[in-house]
């Protein structure tokens, strides 16, 4: 490692070290001026170099790699940049300054963007109203007069670009309203149910504006199949993460930057005009460029070529799309969505617009933080400022919501699938989510061999490469495979209309994941099914994997609850969770609190429920687990059933104190029997790797064991201290 001093007569020493983290824009820029411009100096300040300034030296000295080369012409990149935003910002104050001085008689129609197909459209003159409340889901744009009323100056074009692109004749609800917004240039944030067309509210005001809008999405998948579906209808549209070769990204970059660049006449023959149109096409741009995240929290060359389209007036506005990844409440945490937080920093003029299906309140208070996108105001009523919140109705009648109990062995569960399927969804298209990635070959197997071949399976993880998991992906949607059995991979942003059936293999571990996953069937609006098969051993398996996630336990919990419910609709249980009633004066999202009538809660014939009071049992549980905890003791799901039954295992295996175990023992005599163990257990517990057994000359040793490890093992949280 080589390091360049560089000095001042009697002042300190600035070095640069290659390779390290902490390199400063300022200082490369120092050194590279100096050797742009020699050792000359003038005053009293004498420039000198710590060895003779000939060229032999200075190559011999300053040897630096050629990643760190790049690194250096990146930031001078980002510092140009910068100054280019910068010296445009103070024009346009200066302009607004001016405007303000003179009385506001200023250009109102200055700025107006030109929309494809030569359909101009000014933008709408939202500052000059700055006292009116907007409402974006009307027909007509905001109006200082009371009998002026226009439509959206866009409206006309919205309609006929939809209807020639995507073929779709209507818009389904709030879709018009964010578009409204959109080309207005707010910052938005939209809640919509999966299904509920998200993408069109961003991917058509991006066909209608100038600039390209830069899309950013979790899953290479999701942007895979969007892309795919663009360049298809004509829209051209790209892609750029890890696995973009470096030849593709280059032209990517190139048709980003080629609207940039001030495009001179040239002079020169017909065949080198020729040339030059082959070239321009080549480089045609891009109205829709999809990154994941990572590509703008570590790729500098890429968040530089940003700053130049911003600089530029050609970055058309930010997509991010799944924002609730931006929190780490929420079910889905991708760290380098917390690093999004830097595009308000670069990019303030530039309208953000975040869409998710799922964003209780606090995870939508964190993502507005993140971003740093401004207060909530109501599409309907929209102040001139902040962010206006737009919200659809999380129910979706066409999915019928149903949950049944899983079979005691793996091989019943899988018949029963198999039976289902026949019966119900015979050739039609499915997926089913499993827990983990040994469980999606499982399942797939057990499918194909007990229904002998009749259903075609797939699978789907992250452990299988990109090649295999986009031709099980195209495989599926073009009817090749009928059932995927696949992990929470194949899950956000899989847009394929002809799911007719989710099913769950085990319990999800939120509500959150289980509303994302599910809301894949009927994408089309028709009716479509939910099934969900689970058992109280599943908690075991599930308690000690979030135990150390953010709210892991309180999740689990929730979707426990919504398992176990037998008496209340799915959709309300739903609403229920979801409930966004936060502080804020306009931000009620609004929720149906109507049953849905299609869940197998609201079809159940009341007779069947038999409710019974266990107060009492419910506290001699209570009181052992207290004892035990007191005791400094560990007990498992089938101990517990056991001990507060008296019989099985006895205390004194599960406490190491003598005193204590005596103790114990003369608690459990005085604890009558009356609770089964099968209705706490469901069935023998599996042990794991890390269990150790305690042999006992009276009981099972199957029975009498206890857990090292310190995951939660007992599904309500009930643990030593």
């Not at 998991?469 to 949607?477: G, L, N």
Request: glycine share 6%; aromatic share 6%; proline share 4%.
């Amino acid at each position: 490692m080589h390091r360049v001093g560089v000095k001042w007569d009697g002042g300190p020493t600035y070095t640069a070290r290659s390779g390290s983290r902490s390199r400063r824009v300022i200082s490369y820029t120092f050194m590279y001026i100096l050797l742009q411009l020699g050792t000359s100096t003038s005053g009293n300040d004498k420039l000198t170099w710590r060895q003779p300034a000939s060229a032999e030296n200075i190559q011999l000295h300053i040897t630096m790699s050629s990643e760190e080369v790049e690194a250096i012409q990146e930031e001078l990149a980002i510092v140009r940049a910068s100054i280019e935003s910068l010296q445009e910002t103070e024009k346009a104050l200066t302009c607004r300054l001016a405007t303000l001085l003179d009385g506001g008689t200023g250009h109102e129609d200055a700025g107006n963007y030109v929309l494809s197909d030569d359909l101009e459209v000014p933008q709408e003159k939202s500052r000059r109203l700055n006292k009116q409340v907007i409402d974006f889901t009307s027909a007509f744009q905001p109006s200082s007069s009371d009998q002026e009323k226009l439509p959206w100056s866009w409206t006309q074009a919205l309609h006929e670009t939809m209807k020639k692109i995507w073929g779709i004749e209507s818009f389904r609800l709030n879709q018009e309203a964010v578009c409204n917004a959109v080309l207005s240039n707010r910052d938005v944030l939209v809640i919509m149910p999966t299904g509920g067309g998200k993408s069109l509210t961003y991917q058509l005001p991006a066909v209608l504006s100038e600039g390209t809008t830069l899309v950013i999405s979790p899953l290479v998948a999701l942007m895979a199949d969007q892309n795919m579906h663009l360049k298809e209808a004509g829209v051209p549209a790209e892609m750029l993460n890890a696995s973009t070769s470096r030849q593709d990204a280059a032209l990517i970059m190139k048709r980003l930057l080629h609207s940039v660049v001030d495009q001179k006449p040239k002079r020169g023959s017909k065949s080198s005009k020729g040339k030059e149109k082959a070239h321009e096409d080549d480089l045609a741009p891009i109205k829709l460029c999809y990154v994941t995240p990572e590509k703008i929290a570590k790729s500098k060359t890429f968040v530089s070529t940003l700053q130049k389209m911003y600089g530029a007036g050609r970055l058309s506005r930010v997509i991010i799309d799944e924002a609730h990844c931006c929190s780490s409440m929420g079910h889905d945490f991708r760290p380098d969505y917390k690093q999004l937080s830097i595009l308000k920093t670069l990019f303030p003029d530039t309208p953000i617009v975040a869409l998710t299906a799922t964003c209780p309140p606090r995870v939508m208070v964190d993502v507005l933080k993140i971003l740093k996108l401004g207060p909530i105001t109501n599409a309907d009523k929209a102040r001139p400022t902040g962010t206006v919140l737009f919200t659809s109705p999380l129910s979706r009648p066409n999915l019928h919501y149903q949950v049944l109990k899983k079979p005691a062995t793996n091989t019943d569960l899988i018949d029963q699938i198999v039976e289902w399927i026949e019966q119900n969804h015979s050739g039609s298209q499915g997926i089913i989510y499993t827990l983990s990635q040994k469980d999606t070959t499982t399942v797939a197997q057990g499918l194909i061999s007990q229904s002998n071949g009749r259903i075609t399976t797939g699978i789907y993880h992250a452990s299988l490469s990109d090649s295999h998991k986009h031709q099980v992906h195209t495989d599926w949607r073009e009817g090749s495979i009928q059932v995927v059995c696949a992990t929470t991979a194949f899950g956000m942003g899989i847009d394929a209309p002809h799911v007719r059936f989710v099913i769950h293999h085990t319990l999800p571990k939120s509500m959150e994941g289980y509303y994302q996953e599910s809301g894949r069937a009927g994408r089309d609006g028709q009716d479509s099914d939910c099934l969900l098969f689970w058992k109280t051993s599943d908690l075991l398996r599930l308690s000690g994997m979030v135990a150390s996630e953010v709210d892991g336990i309180p999740k689990l919990y929730s979707m426990t609850k919504y398992a176990t419910e037998l008496d209340r609709c799915r959709s309300l249980l739903f609403a229920e969770y979801f409930n966004t009633s936060h502080s804020g004066a306009d931000s009620v999202l609004p929720f149906s609190q109507e049953a849905c009538g299609n869940c197998d809660n609201c079809k159940r014939d009341p007779s069947e429920i038999k409710q019974e009071d266990l107060s009492v049992e419910a506290l001699k549980i209570c009181d052992v687990v207290g004892y035990v905890n007191k005791m400094g003791g560990r007990v498992t799901l089938v101990q517990l059933g056991d001990l507060v039954r008296g019989i099985g295992t006895p205390m004194s295996t599960i406490i190491s104190n003598s005193q204590a175990r005596k103790d114990a023992d003369d608690f459990l005599a005085d604890v009558p029997a009356g609770i089964p163990a099968p209705d706490l257990s469901e069935g023998k517990v599996l042990l794991k790797k890390e269990d150790r057994y305690i042999a006992s000359r009276k009981f099972d040793p199957r029975l009498t064991f206890t857990r090292l490890s310190t995951r939660t093992v007992c599904c309500y949280c009930l643990h030593s201290k």
